[in-house]
């Protein structure tokens, strides 16, 4: 079992990884909360595929249907509402058990119910077990945008478990792709103590990775979390270095939009922003063309679903109203040496110039 302890200000908390049977880590679940109330927000599609095994009693489950679009103020509003029938105390657990959505939105009720209540996770996609699983942050949709309303609320522990992402369909184990991908090309800039070269690791173990061989999918989960702890831990409420976790996301976003986040997964637009931020850093010489080819061939070895062009023009006004903009310039994180980011503040025009 593979152990990564995340300190924050609030507390630590442990991620453990294991490829164990999955009635073995409901076991190790259900010893940890001792007996206490609890309530399981569990996504749709993984009661179907695991319910039998998981056994969580009806009254303590909260099925979300599948998609970004469950993210609302209503699941959030039944969530704490089933919470209350249930008659959950300030003793009382969540366990989320599910990708991104299930996490934020349990999370969101987990750190509100009764001021801040035990929250666990178990993240079963790969973007979540990377990403939503490491850092605390918690979440719903709005009409006005996505993540809107949130906190920052650790969890009092994350179980991952890679056999879960063995059934996971191949859209969504792209989408996680696309985010370990970033992590490899800003590996030097979250100042990890191991030097673990994610680039090296993705171009030798693709084949094993793309297979999904629990092994190798463990080994590259435990390298995304190490390097996304070293960075939450050093700026955990994202003044600064918890910035370049967006890497490629400025455009991604924009691209998400202009589709209404039906044609493309969260990582296949990351993926193209990453394109985009390489040829900006190429124009602006910010990198040599051998950097540019060596991070295409990376690309590549994951075959990930090409992106239309979409006017460029249509593209900057997006990222303008991005409200991390000041309406004149959009601060971008571009590659600037291997597995190096830095912050870099672009104009609407030098973006159309990448046409
Ligand atoms: N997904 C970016 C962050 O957690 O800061």
Redesign the pocket.
């Given at each position: 079992m593979i152990e990564v302890k995340i300190k924050s200000s609030e507390k630590k908390y442990p991620i453990f990884i294991e490829n164990e049977a999955i009635a073995d880590l409901r076991e190790k679940i259900f010893s940890s909360i001792n007996g206490r109330n609890y309530l399981v927000v569990i996504s749709q599609k993984v009661e179907k595929l695991y319910g039998k095994i998981l056994k969580i009693p009806k009254t303590n489950k909260f099925v979300l249907k599948d998609g970004e679009k469950e993210k609302t103020f209503k699941n959030y509003k039944k969530i704490l509402e089933h919470a209350l029938k249930l008659k959950l105390t300030r003793k009382s657990v969540i366990i989320a058990i599910g990708g991104g959505v299930a996490g934020d939105l349990a999370g969101f009720a987990a750190s509100t119910y009764m001021r801040g209540i035990d929250f666990i996770q178990v993240p079963t996609t790969l973007l979540a077990c990377v990403?939503?699983s490491v850092?605390g942050?918690t979440a719903i949709d709005t009409d006005f945008g996505k993540n809107l309303v949130g906190t920052f609320y650790q969890p009092k522990a994350v179980y991952i478990n890679p056999k879960f992402l063995k059934t996971l369909d191949d859209k969504q184990f792209k989408s996680g792709l696309g985010e370990v991908v970033k992590y490899s090309f800003i590996e030097k800039s979250c100042q990890c103590e191991i030097d673990y070269n994610l680039t090296n690791f993705l171009t030798e173990k693709f084949s094993e990775i793309l297979s999904r061989d629990e092994k190798t999918l463990a080994k590259l989960i435990e390298i995304c979390i190490n390097l996304k702890k070293s960075v939450v831990e050093k700026d955990e409420k994202?003044n600064n270095l918890?910035q370049i976790?967006?890497f490629g996301h400025t455009y991604a976003h924009a691209i998400e939009k202009i589709t209404n986040y039906k044609k493309y997964t969260h990582g296949e637009a990351v993926i193209e922003g990453i394109k985009f931020a390489f040829n900006l850093a190429l124009k602006k010489n910010l990198i040599d063309k051998n950097y540019k080819f060596f991070a295409d061939d990376v690309i590549k070895k994951f075959n990930f679903k090409q992106i239309c062009q979409y006017k460029l023009d249509k593209i900057a006004k997006i990222m303008l109203m991005d409200k991390k903009s000041d309406g004149k310039e959009i601060t971008f994180i571009l590659p600037s040496d291997y597995s190096v980011v830095k912050f870099l503040n672009i104009t609407p025009d030098e973006i159309i110039a990448c046409q």
């Open positions: 990403d939503s850092g942050k994202e918890r976790l967006n």
